[in-house]
């Protein structure tokens, strides 16, 4: 008895495709998710959402980025793993037209980042970030969390351009010492040097070390490379790997979209089968 050969047919709905975009999906639905929470509970814990006025640079608050990515996360993640497991055509059409925006929004800022990397607008946007970050460095914990890592964890600097831009703060102004400010003269604990072997950060160990006449050796205590030096030049160490994360990125959203527009036409073309 000769044994019957099945052949899937073209037009037929690919499972495989089906759950993998499905439980892609609910993985970046769920992050959005938890990162949507966690940045409604930092503004609330701020009492932001009663008094948006306190706000001074809102593109600058780590709240609100977290806010912000986790909707956009949350959108796409709900779009994707829905429609693929419901096979909800519309769905899978917004979700890929949403993949769509990300990577032209991506490709252009890339270009502009390109275009004026020379011309010094990157590093003055740079430069207005952190000024506003050192001016308001007491008035938001955010901000003033989010400053101290990029100091003592990622760049290892002080400052802008160095430790006299604190200055900028009423706290470490020198003229503070008149109102008793302890920390005038000053600079945040996040601008010390790691000592060897330390277990617990000594908090008070910038105070007075940018006052005159010190016999401390500042270079010993502090770091003294401004935060936009040390910026550009760990961009220039890290060029490589930066642009092969972008690169992979972008080409996961690309096979993303063909991915749900594969499995788009193949559920229409299902549908109009049996109609």
């Known amino acids: 008895m000769p044994v019957r050969r099945y052949r899937r047919e073209s037009n037929e709905i690919s499972c495989c495709l089906k759950y993998f975009i499905f439980s892609f999906n609910v993985v970046f639905w769920m992050t959005g998710l938890v990162v949507l929470a966690i940045g409604i509970w930092a503004w609330t814990e701020k009492d932001m959402f009663s008094n948006i006025s306190k706000l001074t640079f809102i593109a600058l608050d780590p709240a609100f980025v977290l806010i912000v990515i986790g909707t956009i996360t949350f959108i796409i993640g709900f779009t994707g793993s829905v429609g693929a497991l419901r096979e909800n055509t519309c769905m899978l059409y917004m979700y ?79 003229s503070s010492v008149t109102i008793g400010s302890r920390e005038a003269c000053g600079v945040p604990f996040s601008c010390c040097k790691r000592r060897p072997h330390e277990i617990i950060k000594n908090k008070q160990c910038g105070y007075d070390v940018r006052k005159e006449g010190s016999a401390t050796d500042m270079s010993k205590i502090i770091y003294e490379k401004g935060c936009v030096t040390a910026g550009e030049e760990w961009v220039e160490r890290n060029l490589i790997i930066i642009s092969t994360i972008c690169i992979l990125i972008l080409f996961a959203q690309l096979l993303a979209i063909c991915f749900a527009q594969n499995l788009r036409v193949d559920i229409l073309a299902q549908k109009n089968k049996y109609h």
């Not at 011309?119 to 970030?129: N, P, S, V, Y």
Request: charged content about 25%.
């Open 96 to 174: 890929a037209i949403f993949l769509l925006l990300i990577v032209c929004g991506e490709m252009i800022l890339g270009g502009i980042l390109f275009v004026l990397k020379d011309k010094g607008w990157i590093k003055d946007q740079a430069t207005e970030g952190l000024r506003a970050f050192i001016i308001h460095y007491r008035e938001d914990p955010d901000q003033q969390n989010l400053i101290d890592w990029i100091q003592e964890d990622w760049l290892q600097c002080c400052g802008i351009e160095g430790p006299k831009d604190w200055d900028s703060n009423n706290y470490f102004n020198c």
